[in-house]
């Protein structure tokens, strides 16, 4: 019957999901040693230590102040529906750190800081859009969504996911980032010209859209797109590398060969616009 759940010490050690239905205040610790704490929108204060062994989940856009976050063990896991302009479990942080995060909502979740996860990062649902900051995930992502960045930041990923899931550039052309070995679906959607990492094929293992305004250019890099190719912008090669492309665009978009004369390239099966501006 209270307005606010408060308590000093608060254990969460049942196997089931514990849901909350009013702000919840622990004027000491918070342990989460088993089954799941949704807060469920309501607003959380602790004003010692979380010790998380477990999940703790909340939507995205509660107000959440926590004394001593913890980053060596659990996991948290967003799963609104909204539009979040910051992570609320480590608003209040420099640095948004995590041992496990979870992205299961439909939502858009912004982060506002430089993102470091210790184990992995899960995007079930939803998009994870980390802008211009930093990410450190030491251990796998797991993409069934879409990761959106602007390119550009540092980017650290242990074990790519390139069996599942977008990757989005939307920022101003770039070399695209060195750590992601790989793709599943890889977008460009910002403006500008994006360049790939040099002695690093680009390897997508379903599509590739360049969107209007932005141009992908693989100087004398080989690629292997195993889907399809949507280019509405432009493709740039030097000519004389690998290409592999599973479908080729001859509805939209430019190709440009721009390196010493050639044999152009026999997967390319047809071509919307052709540009020879090489020598």
């Known amino acids: ?14 196997t089931g999901t514990w849901d909350i239905d009013d702000a919840l205040v622990v004027n000491d610790d918070l342990n989460i ?26 939507q995205g856009a509660e107000t959440v102040n926590i004394g001593t ?12 529906t909204g539009s979040y302009s910051a992570l609320n479990a480590t608003a209040n942080e420099t640095v948004d750190t995590y041992y ?4 299961s909502g439909t939502g858009t979740f912004n982060v506002d800081d430089a993102l470091n996860v210790s184990n992995d990062l899960t995007i079930t649902s939803g998009i994870l859009d980390v802008e211009d900051k930093d990410l450190d995930l030491v251990g796998t992502l797991v993409n069934d969504s879409v990761l959106r960045l602007e390119g550009g930041q540092s980017v ?7 069996d ?10 770039t070399t695209i980032e060195d750590d992601m070995t790989g793709y599943y679906d890889l977008q460009l959607s910002g403006t500008g010209t994006w360049l790939t990492v040099d002695g690093q094929k680009l390897d997508i293992a379903k599509d590739l859209l360049i969107s209007a305004s932005n141009e992908l250019d693989i100087q004398d890099e080989n690629i292997d797109l195993t889907g399809t190719l949507s280019n509405e912008g432009t493709l740039r090669l030097e000519g004389g590398q690998s290409i592999t492309i599973g479908t080729m665009d001859i509805d939209s978009g430019t190709v440009v060969y721009d390196g010493i004369g050639t044999t152009i390239e026999d997967d390319m099966s047809g071509y919307y616009d052709l540009q020879l501006s090489g020598s």
Do not use: H, K
Not at 1 to 14: A, P, R
């Open 100 to 103: 496990d995060l979870v992205i």
């Open 33 to 58: 040693s088993a089954g799941s704490l949704d807060i469920n929108s309501n607003n959380l204060t602790v004003t010692s230590s979380l010790t998380n062994d477990s999940v703790l989940r909340m």
């Open 164 to 173: 599942s899931g977008t990757v989005i550039y939307d920022g101003t052309g």
């Open 156 to 162: 650290t990923i242990g074990t790519m996911d390139v």
């Open 1 to 14: 019957n209270e307005t606010t759940d408060t308590y000093y010490d608060l254990v969460i050690s049942g």
């Open 69 to 80: 976050f913890d980053t060596d063990s659990g996991t948290i896991e967003y799963d609104g």
